[in-house]
């Protein structure tokens, strides 16, 4: 069984920044479209970026211009630079292999996601 580990979430200022990481031990990055997912203290979820082997990247407009996705190499860790949080980007935050369905995902299918907490 594979496990995504999602970190670099936390706590920060409207304005701030943060930097999540994804790491796995046995996953072959290198095989795998991935990405990001975000859980809503709404429970919504959403799909906010993705990065294919080759490095093509889709970004969700709520954050397009703002996040950026990446990946060391195809044999990942894959990164989100998260730039100008805004107070409706606190969410869970996971990592998955892209094209997974929200419900899976949220429902830690890949892994426990990392918090992220944007305030006033």
């Known amino acids: 069984e594979v496990e995504l580990v999602e970190s670099g979430g936390g706590s920060v200022q409207a304005g701030g920044s943060l930097r999540l990481s994804c790491t796995a031990a046995r996953f072959a990055f290198d095989d795998s479209d991935m990405a990001w997912y975000r859980q809503t203290p709404g429970n919504e979820c959403e799909k906010v970026a993705s990065?294919?082997?080759?490095?093509?990247?889709y970004y969700a407009e709520s954050v397009n211009g703002r996040f950026t996705i990446s990946r060391d190499s195809a044999k990942g860790p894959v990164y989100l630079q998260m730039n100008s949080l805004k107070l409706e980007d606190t969410a869970v935050y996971y990592c998955?292999?892209?094209?997974?369905?929200?419900?899976?995902?949220?429902?830690?299918?890949w892994g426990q996601g990392t918090q992220v907490t944007v305030s006033s």
């Open positions: 998955a292999v892209d094209e997974t369905p929200c419900s899976m995902v949220i429902g830690h299918a």
């Open positions: 990065i294919t082997t080759d490095g093509r990247t």
